[in-house]
């Protein structure tokens, strides 16, 4: 089985690398493909804390810069993370890093790492794109939001928490337009593309060591299933 992780940049380098988080998730990734030989991973990594600093900056230099330009900048930081944990997985990785979801695609060793792609695409619309190629049916979106709320919590003190969402109720929360830099639990428009797919996505916080045995081995976990309308 291949199982797909969209692991956001928050848990990886919030404000600089997380040494021992990474160490640790990778730990129990490597547990789980030595005790199941037939599973591989991809992991799509996101920019996190440089990313923002650096969108940031852009912002203070040149505040008229292009949406693109912002993407640009987001990108970049993505695909240092994700050449950090490819080089952290060594021979389990031997395939270079995916920064194109669309091109020729070589899943050699048990994991495949990914980044970001292109402006107006998230690593979240990467990770679909991975799933619809290799055939995952879920992907699994790992950062530093637990659940999905029915409204913006640091927003609204009395958002609640969704066990389960439709792709429909889903979206009608998040919305259809991507913002660089946006922090949402599975962005707009990777959402419309997974609705359209019939993906499921798990939502859940990546730093749960437990809730990443759990999603692996396909157990109840703390978080949030999107699930296809029916």
Not at 3 to 26: K, M, N, R, T, W
Not at 84 to 101: F, I, K, S
Not at 123 to 142: F, K, M, Q, S, W
Not at 163 to 185: L, Y
Request: with cysteine.
């Amino acid at each position: 089985m291949v199982h797909v992780f969209s692991l956001g940049g928050s848990i990886v380098a919030p404000d600089g690398v997380d040494v021992p988080f990474v160490e640790s998730f990778l730990d129990v990734v490597r547990a789980h493909l030595a005790e199941v030989p037939g599973d591989r991973l991809v992991l799509v990594i996101g920019g996190g804390g440089a990313a923002r600093a650096y969108q940031k900056a852009l912002r203070e230099l040149n505040s008229s810069a292009s949406a693109d330009h912002f993407d640009w900048v987001g990108i970049a930081a993505t695909r240092l993370n994700a050449e950090l944990v490819r080089g952290a997985l060594g021979d389990l990785a031997p395939d270079p890093v995916v920064t194109d979801p669309t091109a020729e695609l070589s899943l050699s060793g048990r994991v495949l790492v990914g980044s970001g792609w292109k402006p107006g695409f998230s690593t979240d619309y990467d990770a679909v794109c991975l799933a619809e190629r290799l055939g995952a049916p879920r992907i699994c979106n790992l950062s530093n939001i637990a659940q999905v709320y029915d409204s913006d919590p640091a927003q609204n003190p009395d958002a609640r928490p969704i066990e389960r969402a439709t792709w429909s109720k889903f979206r009608r929360i998040v919305g259809d337009d991507w913002i660089p830099g946006a922090n949402t639990p599975f962005d707009p428009v990777a959402s419309e593309r997974a609705e359209a797919l019939g993906l499921e996505v798990a939502v859940a916080n990546g730093r749960n060591l437990e809730n990443v045995r759990a999603l692996l081995k396909d157990e109840p976990f703390t978080g949030t299933r999107i699930v296809p309308d029916r």
